[in-house]
Every structure is written in C-alpha cells, then in structure tokens.
C-alpha cells in the first residue's frame, strides 16, 4: 500500500524525534603534538566552574609531558592551556592518568619517570600544582620514589581525602617486588609524610591498577590488575581501625575466562554499595568484560554483566565506568569497534540482565581514537574523556559525550 502524505510525515516527524535523542560525540580539543602535548593517556576531571584537567605523557617544551586545562568559553569552543611542563629531571615525566583536585584547588598527579631512586632515568614521583590566589600554578614534588620499599612507576591517578591526605598505587617495588599502596600526609614547610600502607605479595594481587583508589566512609577500595588466588587479579579494600593500622583484605579474584580477568580501570558505586568495573582479557570471549561486586552477609558476589565480543560492541576496556541520572551505565573500550580503535558503550538495566549497546565507534582523524580511560560526569548527563590518539592531528583528543 503507497503511504498517504499524513503517514510520510508521521515517519518524518518520528525520525527527526529519534534523530534528536541520538547520542553526540563531539571533540573539543586536538593536541597538535610539541608545545601542547601529545599522547592524552588521561583521565579528565572537572572543577565547580566546568574547566577540565588532565596531563599529556610526552610533548610539552621538555618533550617530558604536561598538566593541561580546558577553558569553557561559553559558545561551544574550549581554551587549552599548559599549566606545567615537567623537565624529565627532578621534577618527572610521562605523566599517566592524569590529575586530581583538592577543596582548594590544587592538583596532584604521579609521573613513571624522572625524580631520583635506583631505577634509569629515575623511579617517579608524585607531584602537586598549588594553585595561587591569581590562578596560577606552582609544581613540587611530593615524593621522589627511589625503587625500593616505596616502590617504582607510579603511573595510577591519587586520592586526595579532606585533611588533604594524599593516596596512590606503585605497580612494582615494595618489600616483595610486587608493588605498594601508600599514604603521603602533610606536614610542615609544604612537605609530606610517605608511608607504604600495604606491600602486594602476589597472592594478593599484584601492582595496583591505572584507576584511583576510592575512598569511601574512610576505607580505601582499588583494583590489583594481577596476581591474586588465580593470578588474574583482584579486587580489595584497606580499612583503618582506631589505632590508625590499615587491614588489608582481598574482597575477589578474578577467575579467568568466562569470568573477568586483568582489571586495569578504577572503581564505581551505587548509592547500595554495589561495585562496578571492567577487565581487559577473559569474559566469555577473552576481550574483556564488564562486572559488579554485591555485598551479602560480610562476603562479596561477583556477577559479569556483559562479556565483550571483539567486533563492533568492542573490546579490551581498561576504563571506570559511570552512571546516569536514569541508572545505565556507560563506558570506553581501548579497542573494537567499526575502526578498531574504541567505543563507547552503554549498559541499560532490565528485568533481564543488563543490555548492551554501542553510542558511539571512534572513527580516528578527526575524531578521537583508542579510548585508554574512561569518562567523567558533566552537568545534564553530559561526559567528558580523552583518547591517546585521533583529534585533527592524531596526537590525543579531548572529547564531549551527551547520550
């Protein structure tokens, strides 16, 4: 039967409709590679006034990496402006994961290199950008790893607590070797306190993951992306008693395949305690997953939620995941996709299970490419994340997701 002109524009109205509720991904900065940076293997926080951070692992004027913001001008266009530009000596470089704020401000991030310690071309340190009443910045260093006890590489995001303690993960170093979970406390003159408050042993876990550690009601909750009772990693929470000692304990290891294994991304709660997060192997397919931890009776249950296919839905996601404000989640994979180069996916509850759809397949130049973290909320169910490559120039994006 031939459509009348009242049904063709019914479909017509009903596609625009749909059209309207697509999902946009839109890149709001290109790094051009030199002065500006290059290779944005970060995470992107955001302060009350909208400006996003973040740090570049190479570029800048040292060719060592930087610490980056992005202005909101108020008519869709972004400011990028170097905050530091780290040497590679004394002061690290490549820094990963980008950074994190205080109350006042302030921003703390690690650099795997650079510093001092026994490793070549140092051991990292951890690093703050105090913030001056003119808005400018001033880098110190916090705590130059030496590679031994403390640890070596620091290439997680910190923690920063409200007494301005300071909270991060060493993949390697420590007493067995297999990495450190550490405190670093304020004291006179600017300078900080270091103190190892767990050495990773294997059994445990090993080394800590790119995500931050989460602190919650005062515990401390991280990722080791290996090691643990089947050697795929696991899951597990520090919690300070009265005396001020940290307990160590292993909520769950990861089995391998069709389970998860090799998480690599920091962790989500829900306002039930319920935690979430991703693998970079194993599920069903061997390329990753995405999970849930449910606390029951003092023990954990583990659920894998959905199991990556390699193809169009992705792959290999090493990202956080966030939620909102109808409850899905969302996420980033590193690979996968229609280019091979990422997605982002979404995650809807039902009655049955969670349902998985792609929003959006990065394309590369000039959209972003290969999605190494995940995103951070906006205002309005609006996200921000970066990609190591893509932007105009393939040299790292910054992008802006509205589903």
């Known amino acids: 039967m031939k459509a009348t002109p009242l049904v063709l524009a019914l479909l017509a109205t009903s596609s625009l409709i749909a059209a309207s509720h697509a999902a946009t991904v839109k890149v709001i900065y290109s790094f051009q590679g030199g002065a500006d940076g290059e290779y944005t293997d970060t995470d992107v926080v955001r302060d009350a006034a909208g400006n996003l951070y973040g740090s570049s692992v190479q570029g800048g004027t040292h060719a060592s990496g ?3 913001q992005l202005h909101p001008n108020g008519d869709g266009t972004w400011t990028h402006t170097v905050l530091y530009n780290f040497t590679g000596g004394a002061d690290g470089a490549e820094p990963y994961k980008g950074v994190t704020l205080d109350a006042a401000g302030n921003l703390y991030g690690t650099a795997v290199t650079g510093g001092g310690g026994v490793c070549e071309g140092g051991c990292g340190v951890a690093y703050k950008l ?8 001033t880098q110190s260093v916090i705590h130059q790893f030496q590679g031994t006890d403390d640890g070596q590489g620091p290439g997680a995001r910190l923690t920063v607590d409200d007494s301005g303690n300071v909270y991060g993960m060493a993949p390697i170093g420590g007493v067995n070797g ?5 405190q670093m406390t304020p004291a006179q003159h600017g300078k900080y306190k270091f103190k190892v408050l767990y050495a990773f042993n294997g059994a445990d876990g090993i080394g800590g993951s790119a995500g931050a550690l989460v602190l919650r009601s005062g515990d401390l909750y991280g990722a080791a992306t290996a090691g643990g009772a089947n050697g795929s990693g696991s899951i597990y929470r520090l919690k300070q008693n009265k005396m001020g000692r940290w307990k160590f304990a292993v909520l769950y290891s990861f089995k391998e395949e069709p389970d998860g294994g090799f998480p690599y991304g920091g962790l989500t709660f829900d306002a039930l305690g319920n935690i979430y997060g991703t693998t970079y192997y ?3 397919n061997d390329v990753g997953c995405v999970w849930q931890l449910s606390p029951h009776k003092g023990r954990w249950k583990e659920q894998v939620l959905y199991s990556f296919q390699g193809g169009a839905d992705g792959a ?13 989640l969302y996420g980033t994979t590193s690979e996968g996709g229609a280019a091979g180069t990422g997605v982002i996916f979404k995650l809807k509850p039902g009655a049955h299970g969670w349902k998985e759809s792609v929003v959006h397949s990065f394309a590369g130049p000039p959209d972003g490419a290969f999605a190494y973290n995940g995103m951070v909320n906006g205002e309005s169910d609006t996200f921000y994340g970066a990609t190591v490559h893509g932007g105009s120039d393939n040299e790292g994006a910054i992008y802006e997701f509205k589903p």
Not at 178 to 182: D, E, L, N, S
Not at 316 to 328: E, L, P, R
Request: hydrophobic share 40%; glycine share 16%; charged share 10%.
């Open 130 to 137: 105090t913030k001056d009443s003119g808005g400018s910045f």
């Open 282 to 284: 194993a599920g069903e």
């Open 316 to 328: 290999a996601s090493i990202a956080n995941v966030n939620f909102d404000s109808a409850g899905n």
């Open 66 to 68: 930087t610490v980056w």
């Open 178 to 182: 297999m990495g450190t979970i550490y």
